[in-house]
């Protein structure tokens, strides 16, 4: 026989390709980064069940007075739909260090720039010892 996978969650499967896409990316997540996956992990999974119970009992509900409202996990699934990017963001899934790739000319001419500058300051120290 062989083994089933188990069902993933949403959660489960959003982390799963975020943790991919960095290994790709040759990136270890940190512990914040860690913490973040954890946090939108249980959020998408949150999400999931609003979404369920909404689409069960429809988008408005009646009250026994005859009141009818906005489903509640109609509310809360749009409150967690604008927390979850700003989570995502803080999710870094390349190298955070390097950022664009540098222009090489720009960095050959800051380099003469270093370089000229490190020229005088010793021609300067020179000087000032003689």
Do not use: C
Not at 29 to 53: G, I
Not at 114 to 119: A, F, I, K, V
Request: charge should be positive; avoid cysteine.
């Amino acid at each position: 026989m062989t083994a089933r996978k188990p069902k993933q969650s949403p959660g489960q499967r959003l982390r799963a390709e975020i943790v991919s896409e960095m290994a790709e990316a040759h990136v270890i997540p940190d512990s914040k980064e860690d913490a973040l996956l954890d946090a939108v992990q249980t959020m998408v999974d949150r999400m999931a069940e609003l979404d369920a119970a909404v689409t069960r009992d429809g988008p408005l509900l009646t009250s026994g007075t005859g009141v009818t409202k906005v489903h509640p996990g109609l509310v809360e699934y749009r409150q967690l739909a604008g927390t979850l990017p700003r989570m995502l963001a803080g999710i870094v899934i390349g190298d955070s260090f390097t950022g664009a790739p540098k222009d090489a000319a720009k960095q050959r001419a800051a380099n003469a720039r270093w370089s000229r500058r490190d020229q005088l300051r010793d021609a300067q120290a020179a000087r000032a010892g003689l």
